[in-house]
Protein backbone atom coordinates (compact mmCIF):
# COMPACT_ATOMS: atom_id res chain seq x y z
CA UNK A 1 0.00 0.00 0.00
CA UNK A 2 0.95 3.58 -0.73
CA UNK A 3 -0.02 5.45 2.33
CA UNK A 4 -0.82 9.01 2.28
CA UNK A 5 1.83 11.31 4.99
CA UNK A 6 -1.37 11.32 7.12
CA UNK A 7 -1.90 8.09 7.06
CA UNK A 8 1.95 6.85 7.67
CA UNK A 9 1.62 9.54 10.92
CA UNK A 10 -0.75 7.06 12.54
CA UNK A 11 0.86 4.06 11.33
CA UNK A 12 3.71 5.28 13.70
CA UNK A 13 2.02 6.01 15.57
CA UNK A 14 0.13 2.97 16.51
CA UNK A 15 3.12 0.38 15.83
CA UNK A 16 5.10 3.12 18.43
CA UNK A 17 2.08 2.13 20.68
CA UNK A 18 2.00 -1.18 20.01
CA UNK A 19 5.63 -2.23 20.43
CA UNK A 20 5.30 0.06 23.94
CA UNK A 21 2.57 -2.05 24.95
CA UNK A 22 4.78 -5.07 24.45
CA UNK A 23 7.88 -3.32 25.83
CA UNK A 24 6.38 -2.39 29.54
CA UNK A 25 4.93 -5.76 29.77
CA UNK A 26 7.71 -7.36 29.28
CA UNK A 27 9.65 -5.38 31.61
CA UNK A 28 6.65 -6.51 34.32
CA UNK A 29 7.80 -9.42 33.81
CA UNK A 30 11.59 -8.59 34.70
CA UNK A 31 12.68 -10.22 31.02
CA UNK A 32 15.87 -9.97 29.51
CA UNK A 33 16.63 -7.29 26.95
CA UNK A 34 16.13 -10.05 24.34
CA UNK A 35 12.81 -10.95 26.07
CA UNK A 36 11.48 -7.47 25.98
CA UNK A 37 12.51 -6.76 22.30
CA UNK A 38 10.58 -10.32 21.45
CA UNK A 39 8.05 -8.71 22.90
CA UNK A 40 7.58 -5.91 21.99
CA UNK A 41 8.47 -6.75 18.18
CA UNK A 42 5.53 -9.57 18.55
CA UNK A 43 3.17 -6.80 20.09
CA UNK A 44 4.16 -4.61 17.76
CA UNK A 45 4.04 -6.82 14.09
CA UNK A 46 2.20 -10.00 15.23
CA UNK A 47 -1.41 -8.85 13.74
CA UNK A 48 -0.08 -8.22 10.93
CA UNK A 49 2.17 -11.14 10.52
CA UNK A 50 -1.05 -13.47 11.09
CA UNK A 51 -3.12 -11.90 8.29
CA UNK A 52 -0.29 -12.31 6.24
CA UNK A 53 0.04 -15.52 6.64
CA UNK A 54 -3.56 -16.55 6.74
CA UNK A 55 -3.83 -14.88 3.54
CA UNK A 56 -0.66 -16.11 2.60
CA UNK A 57 1.07 -12.81 1.87
CA UNK A 58 4.48 -12.13 1.40
CA UNK A 59 6.83 -10.32 2.32
CA UNK A 60 5.61 -9.39 5.22
CA UNK A 61 4.85 -5.33 6.37
CA UNK A 62 8.39 -5.03 8.74
CA UNK A 63 9.98 -7.31 5.64
CA UNK A 64 9.43 -4.36 3.40
CA UNK A 65 9.51 -1.71 5.99
CA UNK A 66 12.17 -2.21 7.62
CA UNK A 67 12.85 0.99 9.17
CA UNK A 68 9.68 -0.11 11.40
CA UNK A 69 12.25 -2.68 13.05
CA UNK A 70 14.74 -0.34 13.68
CA UNK A 71 12.30 1.99 15.26
CA UNK A 72 11.45 -0.85 17.71
CA UNK A 73 15.00 -1.54 17.67
CA UNK A 74 15.72 1.83 19.03
CA UNK A 75 13.04 1.62 22.15
CA UNK A 76 14.11 -1.04 23.57
CA UNK A 77 17.55 0.26 23.48
CA UNK A 78 17.01 3.75 24.69
CA UNK A 79 14.51 2.04 27.26
CA UNK A 80 16.56 2.98 30.38
CA UNK A 81 16.37 6.14 29.39
CA UNK A 82 12.51 6.98 29.21
CA UNK A 83 10.53 4.16 30.88
CA UNK A 84 10.39 5.80 34.48
CA UNK A 85 9.21 9.29 32.99
CA UNK A 86 6.61 7.78 30.93
CA UNK A 87 5.40 6.11 34.03
CA UNK A 88 5.27 8.79 36.77
CA UNK A 89 4.12 11.64 33.54
CA UNK A 90 2.63 10.75 30.33
CA UNK A 91 1.60 7.46 31.46
CA UNK A 92 -1.90 6.60 30.28
CA UNK A 93 -3.02 9.44 28.37
CA UNK A 94 -0.36 9.33 25.51
CA UNK A 95 -0.55 5.28 25.52
CA UNK A 96 -4.42 4.95 25.45
CA UNK A 97 -4.57 7.37 22.91
CA UNK A 98 -1.63 6.35 20.56
CA UNK A 99 -2.97 2.08 21.24
CA UNK A 100 -6.75 3.88 19.88
CA UNK A 101 -4.88 5.08 17.11
CA UNK A 102 -2.88 2.01 16.05
CA UNK A 103 -6.55 -0.04 16.68
CA UNK A 104 -8.10 1.93 13.79
CA UNK A 105 -5.26 1.83 11.40
CA UNK A 106 -4.52 -1.79 12.04
CA UNK A 107 -8.23 -3.01 11.62
CA UNK A 108 -8.93 -0.76 8.45
CA UNK A 109 -5.63 -2.10 6.77
CA UNK A 110 -6.29 -5.53 7.83
CA UNK A 111 -9.80 -5.50 6.28
CA UNK A 112 -8.37 -3.52 3.00
CA UNK A 113 -5.85 -6.04 2.15
CA UNK A 114 -8.25 -8.92 2.99
CA UNK A 115 -10.63 -6.92 0.38
CA UNK A 116 -7.97 -6.60 -2.16
CA UNK A 117 -7.22 -10.40 -1.79
CA UNK A 118 -11.25 -10.93 -2.61
CA UNK A 119 -11.94 -12.07 0.81
CA UNK A 120 -16.09 -12.43 1.65
CA UNK A 121 -17.08 -9.34 3.68
CA UNK A 122 -17.63 -11.24 7.08
CA UNK A 123 -13.92 -12.61 6.26
CA UNK A 124 -12.44 -9.28 6.22
CA UNK A 125 -13.92 -8.16 9.34
CA UNK A 126 -12.86 -10.59 10.88
CA UNK A 127 -9.54 -9.96 9.21
CA UNK A 128 -9.62 -6.22 10.64
CA UNK A 129 -10.30 -7.61 13.91
CA UNK A 130 -7.15 -10.05 13.70
CA UNK A 131 -4.64 -7.89 12.64
CA UNK A 132 -5.89 -5.29 15.37
CA UNK A 133 -6.04 -7.49 18.17
CA UNK A 134 -3.40 -10.33 17.76
CA UNK A 135 -0.15 -8.36 18.82
CA UNK A 136 -1.75 -8.02 21.69
CA UNK A 137 -3.14 -11.79 22.22
CA UNK A 138 0.05 -13.09 21.43
CA UNK A 139 2.22 -10.96 23.90
CA UNK A 140 -0.36 -12.30 26.62
CA UNK A 141 0.64 -15.41 25.39
CA UNK A 142 4.04 -15.27 25.48
CA UNK A 143 3.72 -13.32 29.04
CA UNK A 144 1.94 -16.63 30.10
CA UNK A 145 -0.98 -14.53 30.67
CA UNK A 146 -4.86 -14.81 29.34
CA UNK A 147 -5.05 -12.51 26.65
CA UNK A 148 -6.82 -8.93 28.14
CA UNK A 149 -8.19 -8.28 25.17
CA UNK A 150 -10.82 -11.13 25.62
CA UNK A 151 -11.04 -10.68 29.61
CA UNK A 152 -10.66 -7.20 30.84
CA UNK A 153 -14.09 -6.49 29.48
CA UNK A 154 -13.02 -2.93 27.70
CA UNK A 155 -14.38 -3.10 24.45
CA UNK A 156 -11.57 -3.18 21.97
CA UNK A 157 -11.99 -5.69 19.16
CA UNK A 158 -15.80 -4.11 19.27
CA UNK A 159 -14.30 -1.36 17.90
CA UNK A 160 -12.34 -2.89 15.82
CA UNK A 161 -15.21 -4.59 13.99
CA UNK A 162 -17.35 -1.32 14.42
CA UNK A 163 -14.89 0.74 12.16
CA UNK A 164 -14.52 -2.08 9.99
CA UNK A 165 -18.03 -2.08 9.66
CA UNK A 166 -18.07 1.34 8.27
CA UNK A 167 -15.26 1.25 6.38
CA UNK A 168 -16.81 -1.60 4.06
CA UNK A 169 -20.17 -0.59 3.68
CA UNK A 170 -18.59 3.14 2.81
CA UNK A 171 -16.92 1.05 0.60
CA UNK A 172 -19.64 -0.55 -0.53
CA UNK A 173 -22.17 2.13 -2.04
CA UNK A 174 -19.21 3.57 -3.73
CA UNK A 175 -17.49 6.45 -1.95
CA UNK A 176 -13.86 7.25 -2.93
CA UNK A 177 -11.47 4.81 -1.00
CA UNK A 178 -9.64 7.38 1.32
CA UNK A 179 -12.71 8.42 2.56
CA UNK A 180 -14.20 5.32 3.56
CA UNK A 181 -10.37 4.48 4.74
CA UNK A 182 -10.51 7.45 6.95
CA UNK A 183 -13.84 7.15 8.39
CA UNK A 184 -13.44 3.80 9.12
CA UNK A 185 -10.07 4.16 11.27
CA UNK A 186 -12.12 7.29 12.70
CA UNK A 187 -14.82 4.75 13.63
CA UNK A 188 -12.66 2.83 15.49
CA UNK A 189 -10.20 4.98 16.98
CA UNK A 190 -13.25 7.49 18.32
CA UNK A 191 -15.23 4.65 19.56
CA UNK A 192 -12.87 3.18 21.25
CA UNK A 193 -11.76 6.61 22.91
CA UNK A 194 -15.21 7.20 24.09
CA UNK A 195 -15.26 3.81 25.42
CA UNK A 196 -11.75 4.71 27.28
CA UNK A 197 -13.20 8.18 28.36
CA UNK A 198 -16.51 6.75 29.45
CA UNK A 199 -14.93 3.61 31.27
CA UNK A 200 -17.32 1.63 29.21
CA UNK A 201 -17.19 -2.08 30.21
CA UNK A 202 -18.35 -5.35 28.37
CA UNK A 203 -20.23 -7.96 30.50
CA UNK A 204 -18.95 -11.35 31.15
CA UNK A 205 -20.74 -13.32 28.05
CA UNK A 206 -22.86 -14.59 29.24
CA UNK A 207 -24.08 -12.12 32.20
CA UNK A 208 -23.06 -13.85 35.21
CA UNK A 209 -26.97 -15.26 37.20
CA UNK A 210 -27.68 -16.02 33.34
CA UNK B 1 -13.76 -32.62 -0.54
CA UNK B 2 -17.41 -33.16 -1.73
CA UNK B 3 -18.85 -35.13 1.20
CA UNK B 4 -21.36 -37.21 1.71
CA UNK B 5 -24.25 -35.86 3.24
CA UNK B 6 -23.72 -38.59 5.95
CA UNK B 7 -20.34 -37.45 6.61
CA UNK B 8 -21.30 -33.86 6.39
CA UNK B 9 -23.58 -34.11 9.22
CA UNK B 10 -20.48 -35.61 11.27
CA UNK B 11 -18.78 -32.71 10.08
CA UNK B 12 -21.31 -30.25 11.56
CA UNK B 13 -21.85 -31.95 15.15
CA UNK B 14 -18.09 -32.38 15.34
CA UNK B 15 -17.57 -28.42 14.92
CA UNK B 16 -20.52 -27.59 17.01
CA UNK B 17 -18.88 -29.86 19.76
CA UNK B 18 -15.29 -28.46 19.16
CA UNK B 19 -17.01 -24.73 19.42
CA UNK B 20 -18.63 -25.71 22.40
CA UNK B 21 -15.92 -27.03 24.53
CA UNK B 22 -14.02 -23.37 23.60
CA UNK B 23 -17.41 -21.44 24.76
CA UNK B 24 -17.69 -23.02 27.92
CA UNK B 25 -14.13 -23.03 28.46
CA UNK B 26 -14.15 -19.27 27.48
CA UNK B 27 -17.44 -18.57 29.96
CA UNK B 28 -15.74 -20.20 32.86
CA UNK B 29 -12.76 -17.96 32.53
CA UNK B 30 -15.31 -15.34 32.65
CA UNK B 31 -14.12 -13.66 28.92
CA UNK B 32 -16.35 -11.10 27.27
CA UNK B 33 -18.75 -11.75 24.09
CA UNK B 34 -15.40 -11.19 21.64
CA UNK B 35 -13.22 -13.62 23.95
CA UNK B 36 -16.10 -16.24 23.69
CA UNK B 37 -16.24 -15.99 19.98
CA UNK B 38 -12.43 -15.82 19.76
CA UNK B 39 -11.85 -19.24 22.04
CA UNK B 40 -14.49 -20.91 20.37
CA UNK B 41 -13.62 -20.23 16.69
CA UNK B 42 -10.33 -21.19 17.47
CA UNK B 43 -11.11 -24.64 19.09
CA UNK B 44 -13.06 -25.03 16.10
CA UNK B 45 -11.09 -24.07 13.14
CA UNK B 46 -7.41 -24.35 14.65
CA UNK B 47 -6.81 -27.98 13.90
CA UNK B 48 -7.59 -27.66 9.99
CA UNK B 49 -6.25 -24.09 9.72
CA UNK B 50 -2.57 -25.36 11.28
CA UNK B 51 -2.61 -28.15 8.98
CA UNK B 52 -3.40 -26.23 6.26
CA UNK B 53 -0.71 -23.49 7.14
CA UNK B 54 1.45 -26.46 7.60
CA UNK B 55 0.71 -27.78 4.01
CA UNK B 56 0.60 -24.73 2.77
CA UNK B 57 -3.12 -25.56 1.21
CA UNK B 58 -5.85 -22.36 0.46
CA UNK B 59 -8.42 -21.32 1.14
CA UNK B 60 -8.74 -22.32 4.46
CA UNK B 61 -11.67 -24.65 5.27
CA UNK B 62 -13.86 -21.79 7.26
CA UNK B 63 -13.56 -19.42 3.87
CA UNK B 64 -14.43 -21.99 1.56
CA UNK B 65 -17.71 -22.94 4.18
CA UNK B 66 -18.39 -19.50 5.58
CA UNK B 67 -21.87 -21.01 6.81
CA UNK B 68 -19.36 -22.66 9.57
CA UNK B 69 -18.50 -19.28 10.72
CA UNK B 70 -22.07 -17.73 10.88
CA UNK B 71 -23.03 -21.17 12.73
CA UNK B 72 -20.28 -20.22 15.50
CA UNK B 73 -21.46 -16.65 15.61
CA UNK B 74 -25.16 -17.77 16.32
CA UNK B 75 -23.57 -20.28 18.98
CA UNK B 76 -21.77 -17.63 20.63
CA UNK B 77 -24.78 -14.94 20.12
CA UNK B 78 -27.24 -17.22 21.77
CA UNK B 79 -25.46 -18.68 24.38
CA UNK B 80 -27.29 -17.35 27.16
CA UNK B 81 -30.17 -18.84 26.25
CA UNK B 82 -28.85 -22.46 25.83
CA UNK B 83 -25.82 -23.01 28.11
CA UNK B 84 -27.58 -23.32 31.36
CA UNK B 85 -29.65 -25.91 30.59
CA UNK B 86 -26.82 -27.28 28.67
CA UNK B 87 -25.03 -27.83 31.62
CA UNK B 88 -27.48 -29.03 33.73
CA UNK B 89 -29.40 -31.29 31.66
CA UNK B 90 -27.59 -32.57 28.52
CA UNK B 91 -24.37 -31.96 29.84
CA UNK B 92 -21.51 -34.37 29.40
CA UNK B 93 -22.70 -37.51 27.56
CA UNK B 94 -23.88 -35.26 24.45
CA UNK B 95 -20.94 -33.57 24.28
CA UNK B 96 -18.82 -36.55 24.40
CA UNK B 97 -20.61 -38.09 21.89
CA UNK B 98 -20.49 -34.89 19.31
CA UNK B 99 -16.43 -34.14 20.48
CA UNK B 100 -15.91 -38.15 19.64
CA UNK B 101 -17.43 -37.84 16.40
CA UNK B 102 -15.20 -34.26 15.16
CA UNK B 103 -12.00 -36.25 16.53
CA UNK B 104 -12.84 -39.35 14.35
CA UNK B 105 -14.18 -37.12 10.90
CA UNK B 106 -10.79 -34.18 11.67
CA UNK B 107 -8.59 -36.78 12.20
CA UNK B 108 -8.77 -38.76 8.99
CA UNK B 109 -9.71 -35.90 6.87
CA UNK B 110 -6.54 -34.24 8.14
CA UNK B 111 -5.26 -37.63 6.83
CA UNK B 112 -6.58 -37.46 3.55
CA UNK B 113 -5.21 -33.83 2.75
CA UNK B 114 -2.17 -34.83 3.69
CA UNK B 115 -1.85 -38.02 1.34
CA UNK B 116 -3.22 -36.08 -0.91
CA UNK B 117 -0.70 -33.49 -0.64
CA UNK B 118 1.78 -36.46 -1.25
CA UNK B 119 2.77 -36.53 1.93
CA UNK B 120 4.47 -39.73 3.49
CA UNK B 121 2.44 -42.10 5.52
CA UNK B 122 4.26 -41.04 8.99
CA UNK B 123 3.59 -37.37 8.52
CA UNK B 124 -0.24 -38.47 6.79
CA UNK B 125 -0.45 -39.39 10.29
CA UNK B 126 0.29 -36.55 12.44
CA UNK B 127 -1.32 -34.05 9.97
CA UNK B 128 -4.82 -36.35 11.14
CA UNK B 129 -3.37 -35.80 15.12
CA UNK B 130 -2.86 -32.47 14.50
CA UNK B 131 -5.75 -31.96 12.68
CA UNK B 132 -8.35 -33.23 15.28
CA UNK B 133 -6.24 -31.97 18.54
CA UNK B 134 -4.43 -28.66 17.70
CA UNK B 135 -8.07 -26.68 18.12
CA UNK B 136 -8.34 -27.96 21.66
CA UNK B 137 -4.45 -27.08 22.57
CA UNK B 138 -4.98 -23.72 21.23
CA UNK B 139 -7.91 -23.02 23.12
CA UNK B 140 -6.06 -24.21 26.28
CA UNK B 141 -2.95 -22.01 25.60
CA UNK B 142 -5.56 -19.11 24.78
CA UNK B 143 -7.13 -19.36 28.24
CA UNK B 144 -3.65 -19.99 29.58
CA UNK B 145 -3.75 -23.50 30.80
CA UNK B 146 -1.44 -26.51 30.10
CA UNK B 147 -3.55 -28.15 27.18
CA UNK B 148 -5.93 -31.13 28.12
CA UNK B 149 -4.80 -33.54 25.44
CA UNK B 150 -1.66 -33.69 26.91
CA UNK B 151 -2.22 -33.72 30.48
CA UNK B 152 -5.47 -34.91 31.29
CA UNK B 153 -4.25 -39.13 30.65
CA UNK B 154 -7.46 -40.01 28.80
CA UNK B 155 -6.72 -41.56 25.25
CA UNK B 156 -7.62 -38.62 22.72
CA UNK B 157 -4.61 -38.10 20.57
CA UNK B 158 -4.50 -41.86 20.48
CA UNK B 159 -7.44 -42.82 19.16
CA UNK B 160 -7.21 -40.49 16.25
CA UNK B 161 -3.95 -42.23 15.65
CA UNK B 162 -5.77 -44.85 15.60
CA UNK B 163 -8.09 -44.14 13.05
CA UNK B 164 -5.43 -42.49 10.91
CA UNK B 165 -3.59 -45.91 11.24
CA UNK B 166 -7.15 -48.07 10.20
CA UNK B 167 -7.66 -45.63 7.08
CA UNK B 168 -4.21 -45.76 5.50
CA UNK B 169 -3.54 -49.13 5.96
CA UNK B 170 -6.99 -50.10 4.41
CA UNK B 171 -6.31 -47.43 2.04
CA UNK B 172 -2.84 -49.25 0.65
CA UNK B 173 -4.52 -52.51 0.25
CA UNK B 174 -6.97 -51.37 -2.15
CA UNK B 175 -10.32 -51.10 -0.52
CA UNK B 176 -12.61 -48.12 -2.10
CA UNK B 177 -11.96 -44.42 -0.64
CA UNK B 178 -15.76 -44.20 1.42
CA UNK B 179 -15.11 -47.23 2.90
CA UNK B 180 -11.40 -46.81 3.94
CA UNK B 181 -12.80 -43.54 5.49
CA UNK B 182 -15.72 -44.55 7.47
CA UNK B 183 -13.51 -47.25 9.02
CA UNK B 184 -11.19 -44.85 9.93
CA UNK B 185 -13.85 -42.17 11.49
CA UNK B 186 -15.79 -45.28 13.41
CA UNK B 187 -11.81 -46.64 14.79
CA UNK B 188 -11.19 -43.21 16.04
CA UNK B 189 -14.81 -42.40 17.40
CA UNK B 190 -15.16 -45.56 18.74
CA UNK B 191 -12.27 -46.37 20.32
CA UNK B 192 -13.03 -42.57 22.19
CA UNK B 193 -16.36 -44.12 23.46
CA UNK B 194 -14.71 -46.64 24.64
CA UNK B 195 -12.00 -44.90 26.52
CA UNK B 196 -14.52 -42.62 27.83
CA UNK B 197 -17.28 -45.44 28.79
CA UNK B 198 -14.71 -47.50 30.67
CA UNK B 199 -12.55 -44.36 31.83
CA UNK B 200 -9.30 -45.74 30.63
CA UNK B 201 -6.32 -43.62 31.60
CA UNK B 202 -3.21 -43.64 30.01
CA UNK B 203 -0.29 -43.39 32.96
CA UNK B 204 1.91 -40.09 33.04
CA UNK B 205 5.47 -41.02 30.98
CA UNK B 206 7.15 -42.35 31.85
CA UNK B 207 5.40 -43.74 34.71
CA UNK B 208 6.39 -42.51 38.16
CA UNK B 209 8.28 -44.71 39.84
CA UNK B 210 10.16 -45.96 36.68
CA UNK C 1 21.29 -28.06 2.10
CA UNK C 2 23.92 -30.89 1.61
CA UNK C 3 25.54 -30.91 4.95
CA UNK C 4 29.14 -32.10 5.17
CA UNK C 5 29.10 -35.45 7.49
CA UNK C 6 30.89 -32.68 10.21
CA UNK C 7 28.01 -30.82 10.24
CA UNK C 8 25.67 -33.58 10.34
CA UNK C 9 26.42 -35.18 13.49
CA UNK C 10 26.68 -31.66 14.66
CA UNK C 11 22.38 -31.01 13.79
CA UNK C 12 21.92 -34.53 15.11
CA UNK C 13 23.40 -33.89 18.33
CA UNK C 14 21.50 -30.54 18.45
CA UNK C 15 18.27 -32.09 17.28
CA UNK C 16 18.65 -34.43 20.21
CA UNK C 17 19.08 -32.03 22.96
CA UNK C 18 16.81 -29.80 21.73
CA UNK C 19 14.11 -32.94 22.11
CA UNK C 20 15.26 -33.85 24.92
CA UNK C 21 14.64 -30.30 26.60
CA UNK C 22 11.40 -30.59 25.63
CA UNK C 23 10.81 -34.27 26.80
CA UNK C 24 12.24 -33.28 30.14
CA UNK C 25 9.76 -30.47 30.50
CA UNK C 26 6.75 -32.55 29.39
CA UNK C 27 7.83 -35.64 32.04
CA UNK C 28 7.86 -32.41 34.83
CA UNK C 29 4.30 -31.81 34.16
CA UNK C 30 3.73 -35.92 34.18
CA UNK C 31 1.75 -35.19 30.49
CA UNK C 32 1.52 -38.63 28.96
CA UNK C 33 2.84 -39.89 26.19
CA UNK C 34 1.26 -37.71 23.98
CA UNK C 35 2.12 -34.96 25.48
CA UNK C 36 5.72 -35.85 25.84
CA UNK C 37 6.14 -36.57 22.38
CA UNK C 38 4.47 -32.94 21.04
CA UNK C 39 6.15 -31.09 23.65
CA UNK C 40 9.60 -33.30 22.46
CA UNK C 41 8.63 -32.58 18.19
CA UNK C 42 7.86 -28.95 18.88
CA UNK C 43 11.05 -28.07 20.69
CA UNK C 44 12.85 -29.95 18.52
CA UNK C 45 11.32 -28.62 15.14
CA UNK C 46 9.29 -25.90 16.10
CA UNK C 47 12.15 -23.31 15.45
CA UNK C 48 12.77 -24.37 11.89
CA UNK C 49 9.01 -24.78 11.16
CA UNK C 50 8.58 -20.91 12.19
CA UNK C 51 11.34 -19.87 10.15
CA UNK C 52 10.06 -21.86 7.27
CA UNK C 53 6.01 -20.68 7.71
CA UNK C 54 7.81 -16.59 7.69
CA UNK C 55 9.88 -17.51 4.56
CA UNK C 56 7.07 -19.80 2.80
CA UNK C 57 9.70 -22.45 2.34
CA UNK C 58 8.09 -25.89 1.93
CA UNK C 59 8.58 -28.82 2.12
CA UNK C 60 9.69 -28.79 6.16
CA UNK C 61 12.67 -29.76 6.78
CA UNK C 62 11.17 -32.99 9.45
CA UNK C 63 9.28 -33.91 6.42
CA UNK C 64 12.32 -33.91 3.62
CA UNK C 65 13.95 -35.76 6.29
CA UNK C 66 12.13 -38.21 8.19
CA UNK C 67 14.73 -39.83 9.91
CA UNK C 68 14.45 -37.31 12.59
CA UNK C 69 11.06 -37.85 13.36
CA UNK C 70 11.71 -41.82 13.61
CA UNK C 71 14.82 -40.07 16.09
CA UNK C 72 11.88 -38.25 17.91
CA UNK C 73 9.64 -41.08 18.52
CA UNK C 74 12.52 -43.32 19.32
CA UNK C 75 13.95 -41.13 21.99
CA UNK C 76 10.15 -40.71 23.61
CA UNK C 77 9.33 -44.39 23.16
CA UNK C 78 12.61 -45.65 25.12
CA UNK C 79 12.30 -42.91 27.96
CA UNK C 80 11.71 -44.98 30.56
CA UNK C 81 15.21 -46.36 29.90
CA UNK C 82 17.36 -43.88 30.15
CA UNK C 83 15.68 -40.76 31.55
CA UNK C 84 16.67 -41.93 35.72
CA UNK C 85 20.03 -42.44 34.35
CA UNK C 86 20.48 -39.17 32.93
CA UNK C 87 19.14 -37.19 35.62
CA UNK C 88 21.39 -38.92 37.68
CA UNK C 89 24.33 -39.39 35.91
CA UNK C 90 25.22 -37.41 32.55
CA UNK C 91 22.85 -34.67 33.93
CA UNK C 92 23.60 -31.16 33.34
CA UNK C 93 26.97 -30.82 31.48
CA UNK C 94 26.35 -33.55 28.34
CA UNK C 95 22.96 -31.85 27.67
CA UNK C 96 24.37 -27.89 28.02
CA UNK C 97 27.22 -29.18 25.90
CA UNK C 98 24.35 -30.23 23.04
CA UNK C 99 22.25 -27.94 23.36
CA UNK C 100 24.88 -25.31 22.81
CA UNK C 101 25.78 -27.27 19.77
CA UNK C 102 22.10 -26.93 18.53
CA UNK C 103 21.71 -23.43 18.92
CA UNK C 104 24.78 -22.93 16.91
CA UNK C 105 23.56 -24.91 13.95
CA UNK C 106 20.11 -24.00 14.39
CA UNK C 107 21.06 -19.98 14.32
CA UNK C 108 23.61 -20.51 11.38
CA UNK C 109 21.25 -22.45 9.10
CA UNK C 110 18.42 -20.10 9.83
CA UNK C 111 20.69 -16.96 8.87
CA UNK C 112 21.94 -19.06 5.51
CA UNK C 113 18.20 -19.85 4.35
CA UNK C 114 17.07 -16.50 4.99
CA UNK C 115 20.18 -14.89 3.03
CA UNK C 116 19.46 -17.55 0.09
CA UNK C 117 15.94 -15.62 0.46
CA UNK C 118 16.93 -12.72 -0.80
CA UNK C 119 15.92 -11.51 2.80
CA UNK C 120 18.29 -8.27 4.34
CA UNK C 121 20.56 -8.67 6.44
CA UNK C 122 18.66 -7.20 9.82
CA UNK C 123 15.97 -9.95 8.74
CA UNK C 124 18.72 -12.63 8.19
CA UNK C 125 20.02 -12.29 11.75
CA UNK C 126 16.51 -12.54 13.43
CA UNK C 127 15.52 -15.62 11.25
CA UNK C 128 18.56 -17.14 12.82
CA UNK C 129 17.48 -16.64 16.31
CA UNK C 130 13.72 -17.91 15.77
CA UNK C 131 14.96 -20.67 14.36
CA UNK C 132 17.65 -20.97 17.21
CA UNK C 133 14.79 -20.17 20.33
CA UNK C 134 11.67 -20.70 19.06
CA UNK C 135 11.80 -24.22 19.75
CA UNK C 136 12.08 -23.22 23.47
CA UNK C 137 9.60 -20.74 23.14
CA UNK C 138 6.71 -22.86 21.90
CA UNK C 139 7.67 -25.62 24.35
CA UNK C 140 7.17 -22.98 27.33
CA UNK C 141 4.10 -21.89 26.23
CA UNK C 142 2.70 -25.86 25.58
CA UNK C 143 3.81 -25.93 29.24
CA UNK C 144 2.41 -22.64 30.86
CA UNK C 145 5.38 -21.25 31.50
CA UNK C 146 7.04 -17.80 30.77
CA UNK C 147 9.66 -18.13 27.88
CA UNK C 148 12.74 -19.49 29.70
CA UNK C 149 15.01 -18.00 26.73
CA UNK C 150 13.11 -14.47 27.97
CA UNK C 151 12.93 -14.57 31.54
CA UNK C 152 16.23 -17.03 32.68
CA UNK C 153 18.56 -13.85 32.13
CA UNK C 154 21.48 -16.25 31.09
CA UNK C 155 22.64 -15.51 27.50
CA UNK C 156 21.35 -17.83 24.60
CA UNK C 157 20.14 -15.51 22.28
CA UNK C 158 22.73 -13.68 22.54
CA UNK C 159 24.76 -15.72 21.60
CA UNK C 160 22.75 -16.64 18.45
CA UNK C 161 22.66 -13.05 17.41
CA UNK C 162 26.57 -12.93 17.88
CA UNK C 163 27.19 -15.98 15.58
CA UNK C 164 25.04 -15.16 12.99
CA UNK C 165 27.20 -11.28 12.99
CA UNK C 166 30.46 -13.48 12.48
CA UNK C 167 29.01 -14.94 9.65
CA UNK C 168 27.16 -12.91 7.98
CA UNK C 169 30.07 -10.28 8.27
CA UNK C 170 32.56 -13.03 7.23
CA UNK C 171 30.30 -14.45 4.27
CA UNK C 172 30.12 -10.44 2.97
CA UNK C 173 33.58 -10.16 3.00
CA UNK C 174 34.14 -12.84 0.62
CA UNK C 175 35.46 -16.04 2.93
CA UNK C 176 34.41 -19.17 1.58
CA UNK C 177 30.66 -20.76 2.94
CA UNK C 178 32.16 -23.53 4.80
CA UNK C 179 34.37 -21.24 6.87
CA UNK C 180 32.34 -18.61 7.22
CA UNK C 181 29.77 -20.94 8.51
CA UNK C 182 32.06 -22.90 10.47
CA UNK C 183 32.97 -19.70 12.29
CA UNK C 184 29.58 -18.28 12.90
CA UNK C 185 28.67 -21.58 14.17
CA UNK C 186 31.60 -22.14 16.76
CA UNK C 187 30.73 -18.38 17.87
CA UNK C 188 27.44 -18.83 18.62
CA UNK C 189 28.52 -22.11 20.11
CA UNK C 190 31.57 -21.26 22.25
CA UNK C 191 30.06 -18.02 23.37
CA UNK C 192 27.11 -20.34 24.72
CA UNK C 193 29.78 -22.37 26.48
CA UNK C 194 31.74 -19.74 27.88
CA UNK C 195 28.52 -17.96 28.96
CA UNK C 196 27.51 -21.46 30.97
CA UNK C 197 30.80 -22.11 32.49
CA UNK C 198 31.21 -18.37 33.65
CA UNK C 199 27.30 -18.51 35.04
CA UNK C 200 27.38 -15.20 33.30
CA UNK C 201 23.62 -13.50 33.46
CA UNK C 202 22.05 -10.95 31.56
CA UNK C 203 19.40 -8.05 34.37
CA UNK C 204 16.68 -7.08 33.66
CA UNK C 205 15.91 -4.86 30.86
CA UNK C 206 15.78 -1.93 32.05
CA UNK C 207 17.89 -2.66 35.11
CA UNK C 208 15.76 -2.41 38.49
CA UNK C 209 16.41 0.61 39.97
CA UNK C 210 17.23 2.50 36.28
Not at 73 to 79: C, E, I, P, Q
Not at 110 to 129: K, N
Not at 131 to 150: H, M, Q, W
Not at 171 to 187: C, F, H, K, V, W
Request: net charge neutral; hydrophobic share 55%.
Amino acid sequence: MNLHPFLIAIEVGGTIAFAMSGLIEATRKRMDIVGVFSVAFVSAFGGGTVRDILLDRRPFFWIQNQEYLWLVLAMVLTTPLWLKTLRHKLGGHVMEFADACGLGLFAISGATIALAADMPVLVAMMMGVVTAIFGGVSRDVLCNEVPKVYSDHRPYAMCALFGCGVFIVLDAIGLPLPISTLSGIAAATGTRLIAVALDIRLPAWPKPGE
